[in-house]
């Protein structure tokens, strides 16, 4: 007999009203950068696919957004099932033709410059990097400072794992604004959003 296949973990239990909690979350995130806002999830999506990442992904992606995963999320079949089943989104190969990007691994984000970064008369022609990271926080040592259009004043912000350099990569983001990247960060039980009008500083 041939083995079964596993059962595809499940999406949301109240697709209309889950992914609209999901999606106010994450416009708020955006809307109000770097602010660490809540994000509950009771997905238990396929390994290393998080809560708040398969959250994410299920009230942004559909049909029409073609979406990439770093090799961390690739690497597992479940994780592409998971997402083909409940978004519809198409999987690529290629960084650039993605409008969304799944990355698991915080800390080996590629340069961003291999990702859609507009057109100058389409600048929304850009890819969002959804990127899952252990920890979010305000008030750790060496965190960013960051300004822009959303925050009054400055405000400091801390992730991990990122690249040594994340602080510079969204520097050459802001400089490329309108296009550029935009990035939302997930960590347990939390989001926040990274926009390209974000201008990162170091602590004095």
Do not use: W
Request: glycine share 6%.
């Amino acid at each position: 007999m041939a083995a079964l296949a596993p059962a595809l973990s499940a999406g949301f239990a109240d697709p209309v009203h889950d992914a609209q909690r999901a999606f106010a979350a994450l416009m708020r995130a955006m809307a109000e950068p770097a602010r660490l806002v809540p994000l509950a999830s009771a997905l238990a999506p396929p390994a290393p696919l998080s809560p708040e990442m398969a959250a994410a992904a299920l009230a942004l992606l559909d049909y029409e957004t073609p979406v990439y995963l770093d090799a961390t999320l690739a690497a597992v079949p479940d994780v592409a099932a998971f997402l083909r089943f409940h978004t519809g989104a198409p999987l690529v190969t290629d960084p650039a033709a993605a409008r969304f990007a799944l990355m698991g691994d915080g800390a080996g984000l590629p340069d961003f410059a291999r990702f859609a970064q507009g057109e100058p008369d389409y600048p929304d022609r850009s890819a969002t990097l959804i990127v899952q990271v252990a920890r979010m926080d305000e008030q750790s040592e060496g965190a960013l400072v960051l300004e822009g259009p959303g925050i009054k004043g400055r405000r400091t912000f801390s992730a991990a794992p990122l690249p040594a350099d994340f602080g510079r990569r969204l520097a050459a983001n802001r400089a490329l604004y309108p296009l550029g990247i935009d990035l939302i960060l997930c960590a347990p039980g939390l989001v926040a959003g990274l926009p390209r009008t974000l201008a990162p500083h170091t602590q004095d």
